[in-house]
């Protein structure tokens, strides 16, 4: 655009907006640079906070006007760089659009705006005995229009699912500016699963302005074990021979040497500190079949030589023990002054072999690796720990995220499990898919989005997006407003003043 089309479209767009709910001042635009994948920054030209649909709506028909790309965002958590804002560009952020709109306990479901977070919705439905299962780490401060964009996952996704199999139906206000309602309230819908469809997207058909999730009924009985092994392969092949038991269990977790330590750092969550690796099971369910299948889980756990075994007495202690698993990611922010997430996925039956490469891989590029990982399914995440003040050290830990990557591809797994492939990851797509699927997966994009406004450059290699710097150029002279900072490190929420919006396995 022109200067005087800036101008026209930042004036059009102020006449929506009531004072405090725009924002053009650098200084309140820096807040929104990046997410919790801190190595990608970019600056909008306005972000805006809308509190309705109509507003959204209005801003979208603006955009599609100008031609002015927009991002949609929530808290900022995502890890893939999603929520990256478009120079010349806007940000929608959907924080003030926090209501729960309807919670009905009869239907086991409730109706939200993008803006509400993950845990205020099992807060709400508590009184009736009811929760919301997804459970990403970051759940404190991720919001539902992040979850739906991303398909979050979290640490109970190995017997629940993740987000798409608790998305009932959504209210979407496409790039084009039309609203449109897929889905219903039951799982059982007429037509394609369109709800299947939108969730996972990230942001690239539209804006999310409501979303209805099913509720499900708080289990009789949890129990919940922690065993600790001297080392890491030995907490891997307990895994493996608590699914030969025939087991499911509600989440298998298991943190290394490295987590071990920077969650006692954090949050002292009793963890051995001796150990090469502690392995969290939780089951779940009725209270007869939890009880017959915790002898068998015990008898597994005691054949696997372990070095200690810690029940949890009560629901106080059990939240002590998830509470140092859920703060793994930011608490290595106490042993590391800088850190990379990184999610990949791998078959479960090669878990063993791709931890031994992470591990050859760390040594090859002279870094240390903090393994924290949903062992049920496979999906690994990997904290790389660098000197963020080095950018030969910046660079090295992206070369290692990387080469992880590849070693996912190359033992049968996928490029992300939960955290979305956004800037971070879109080079890796053709290695995943051939042309023709990619090029499905554009037209599928098109047909929502026929002007590719809504989180352009996301995902796919070779699409325009964001002009931004990883830290190896900003060591050559990038511009302030794309220079990077350590990834990982907690960012102040501006929606909520005092919250950080910093990593956590969820998403914007």
Known sequence: MTQGQTEAFLAALGRLYPPGSMHTDPAQLAAYECDGLT???????????????????????????????FVARGSGTSLSGGSVPVPGGIVIALNRMNRILRLDPGDRLAVV???????????????????????????VICTIGGNVSFNSGGAHCLKYGMTANHVLGMKVVLATGETVE???TSLDVAGPDLPGLF???????????????????????????????????????????????????????????????????????GYP????????????????????????????????GPTAIRLARDEAERLRLWKGRKSAFSAVGHISLGYLVQDGVVPRTRLGEALARIEALAA???????????????????????????PETVERAEELAAAIIEACIELGGSITGEHGVGLEKRRFLPRMFDPATLDLMRRI??????????????????????????????????????????????????????VLAGPGGGAP
């Open 199 to 269: 969730t996972g997207a990230e942001g690239q058909f539209g804006v999310v302005v409501e979303v209805t999730v099913r509720l499900l009924p708080r289990p009789e009985a949890v129990r919940t074990v922690l065993a600790a092994y001297p080392r890491l392969d030995q907490a891997g092949d307990a895994v493996s021979a608590v699914v030969a038991a025939g087991l499911l269990p509600a989440a298998m977790e298991i943190m290394d040497r490295l987590a071990i330590e920077a969650a006692e750092a954090a949050v002292g969550a």
């Open 39 to 69: 190595v990608f920054r970019a600056r909008p030209l306005a972000v805006v906070l809308p509190t309705a649909r109509e507003q959204v709506e209005a801003t979208v028909r603006l955009c599609r006007q100008f031609g002015v790309p």
């Open 273 to 304: 500190r001796d150990a090469g690796a502690v392995l969290i099971v939780e089951l779940d369910g009725p209270t007869d079949e939890v009880e017959a299948d915790f002898r068998r889980l015990m008898e597994v756990i005691e054949a696997s």
């Open 113 to 139: 705006e993008p803006g509400v977070v993950n845990l205020q919705i099992s807060r709400a439905a508590a009184p009736y005995g009811l929760y919301y299962a997804p459970d990403p780490s970051s759940q």
């Open 182 to 184: 897929v889905g219903g």
């Open 445 to 498: 994009r098109r047909t929502f989005d026929p002007d590719q406004l809504a989180n352009p450059g996301k995902v796919f290699p070779d699409e325009p997006g964001p002009a931004v710097a990883t830290a190896p150029a900003a060591a050559t002279g990038t511009t302030p407003a794309a220079r990077p900072a350590a990834a990982g490190h907690p960012l102040p929420d501006p929606a909520r003043p005092g």
């Open 364 to 390: 090859r590029h002279g870094l240390r690796v903090a393994n924290v990982f949903h062992a049920g399914d496979g999906n690994l995440h990997p904290l790389i720990l660098f000197d963020d003040r080095s």
